[in-house]
T-cell receptor, first 114, second 113 residues
Framework: AQSVTQPDIHITVSEGASLELRCNYSYGATPYLFWYVQSPGQGLQLLLKYFSGDTLVQGIKGFEAEFKRSQSSFNLRKPSVHWSDAAEYFCAVGARNYGQNFVFGPGTRLSVLP | GAVVSQHPSRVICKSGTSVKIECRSLDFQATTMFWYRQFPKQSLMLMATSNEGSKATYEQGVEKDKFLINHASLTLSTLTVTSAHPEDSSFYIC?????????FGSGTRLTVV
């Protein structure tokens, strides 16, 4: 069965500092991988996704993620965090054939210090 | 890109009443939609998968008689929380598969008082 782990429940960084949110997955085949952000009381916004090709994926708001097959990881990074990045971040994995649902990780809450 | 419109965004209802949540796919046909529930400070958990023109498939532990799902057209899926109780208060969100992946609605915050 597919699963996603996000080892860090809560991360606090200072504004302007770099950020890395960890994501590890377990899946029987090559997965589709996603990062979503959820601001308090809001819906989900897609930051980026990996389907195939270049393993370094660029997303919105200055985020990027790198797919490392050998480590079953898809970590999210941002070189300089802004106060508005404070939110909950979810990694998710899905199947290649469309029409399948997917699994969310438990989420990492990001707090940003001024 | 593909958009899923979800309404209402927030709803407060009295215990024992029913609440309907709608998800509409705009500019595309959604053969399949997924419904998730998110309790405070927790991740999203899949409740059910709805397929147009057929019965929904519920995940283990989800009461199908309480959470009624209807997917009568290729652009509309509804989730009705029947006889709602305070423990049903949660954030409900739908998603649909699109040509390039998955698109989520904006979610519905349900509070049962």
């Amino acid at each position: 069965a597919q699963s996603v782990t996000q080892p860090d429940i809560h991360i606090t960084v200072s504004e302007g500092a770099s950020l890395e949110l960890r994501c590890n997955y377990s899946y029987g085949a090559t997965p589709y991988l996603f990062w979503y952000v959820q601001s308090p009381g809001q819906g989900l916004q897609l930051l980026l996704k990996y389907f195939s090709g270049d393993t370094l994926v660029q997303g919105i708001k200055g985020f990027e993620a790198e797919f490392k097959r050998s480590q079953s990881s898809f970590n999210l990074r941002k070189p300089s965090v802004h106060w508005s990045d404070a939110a909950e971040y979810f990694c998710a994995v899905g199947a290649r054939n469309y029409g399948q649902n997917f699994v969310f990780g438990p989420g990492t809450r990001l707090s940003v210090l001024p | 890109g593909a958009v899923v419109s979800q309404h209402p965004s927030r709803v407060i209802c009295k215990s024992g009443t029913s609440v309907k949540i709608e998800c509409r796919s705009l500019d595309f046909q959604a053969t399949t939609m997924f419904w998730y529930r998110q309790f405070p400070k927790q991740s999203l958990m899949l409740m059910a998968t709805s397929n147009e023109g057929s019965k929904a498939t519920y995940e283990q532990g989800v009461e199908k008689d309480k959470f009624l799902i209807n997917h009568a057209s290729l652009t509309l899926s509804t989730l009705t929380v029947t006889s709602a109780h305070p423990e049903d208060s949660s954030f409900y969100i739908c998603s649909a598969t699109t040509a390039d992946g998955y698109t989520f609605g904006s979610g519905t915050r349900l509070t049962v008082v």
